[in-house]
């Protein structure tokens, strides 16, 4: 099983709609959830990090965490095609007392298009 | 401005060559990443070093070397026993070993054998 799993798209969705990428990881003592957003050919960018159960907004961006299901999503409301990019999940991966293993594991990447 | 610096941006291999990857970070930054990247694939962790003068192997450290003699720099050298290093490799920092934080990324270096 990999220890950070993402649905690899693409996702196409129309200008103005909202959305939905979603992460599940393995560990359950893992403790702190990021979103990169990477343009082609370029590095990753980090656009959130969520460290709680629950909702975190900033901006069009909304992530959600829900550690019981062990599942962490982003959702971006009124899409535009300047979102278009792969959306990489990370997790700080951490044993089961919450001690981090030291570094970031990524999911594979979401493809995300958005058409006019 | 802070930030993380990876040079160069692109490099190209012969064969049995060994080439060497540079990353230098202004941000005080006590951990250091390297990370390759395919096509269509997620990130791989090579090596990293959590403090000066240590590191670890990552998931992938085979055909690859690294220094931390200094806090801010990380040079990455790719051998000549790595047999498929085509790949766009990105140097990443941390504020510490945990990291709760998450990464900062370089511009990342893309390389090709010839």
């Known amino acids: 099983q990999k220890e950070v799993e993402q649905n690899s798209g693409p996702l196409s969705v129309p200008e103005g709609a909202i959305a939905s990428l979603n992460c599940t990881y393995s560990d359950r003592g893992s403790q702190s959830f990021f979103w990169y957003r990477q343009y082609s050919g370029k590095s990753p960018e980090l656009i959130m990090s969520i460290y709680s159960n629950g909702d975190k907004e900033d901006g069009r961006f909304t992530a959600q965490l829900n550690k019981a299901s062990q599942y962490v999503s982003l959702l971006i409301r009124d899409s535009q095609p300047s979102d278009s990019a792969t959306y990489l999940c990370?997790?700080?991966?951490?044993?089961?007392?919450?001690?981090?293993?030291?570094?970031?594991?990524f999911g594979q990447g979401t493809i995300l298009t958005v058409h006019p | 401005d802070g930030g993380i610096t990876q040079s160069p941006k692109y490099l190209f291999r012969k064969e049995g060559q060994n080439v060497t990857l540079s990353c230098e970070q202004n941000l005080n930054h006590d951990a250091m990443y390297w990370y390759r990247q395919d096509p269509g694939q997620g990130l791989r962790l090579i090596y990293y070093s959590q403090i000066v003068n240590d590191f670890q192997k990552g998931d992938i450290a085979e055909g690859y070397s690294v220094s931390r003699e200094k806090k801010e720099s990380f040079p990455l050298t790719v051998t000549s026993a790595q047999k498929n290093p085509t790949a766009f490799y990105l140097c990443a920092s941390s504020i510490d070993w945990k990291p709760n934080y998450g990464y900062t990324f370089g511009s990342g270096t893309r390389l090709t054998v010839v």
């Open positions: 990370a997790v700080n991966i951490a044993n089961a007392g919450g001690t981090s293993y030291g570094k970031l594991t």
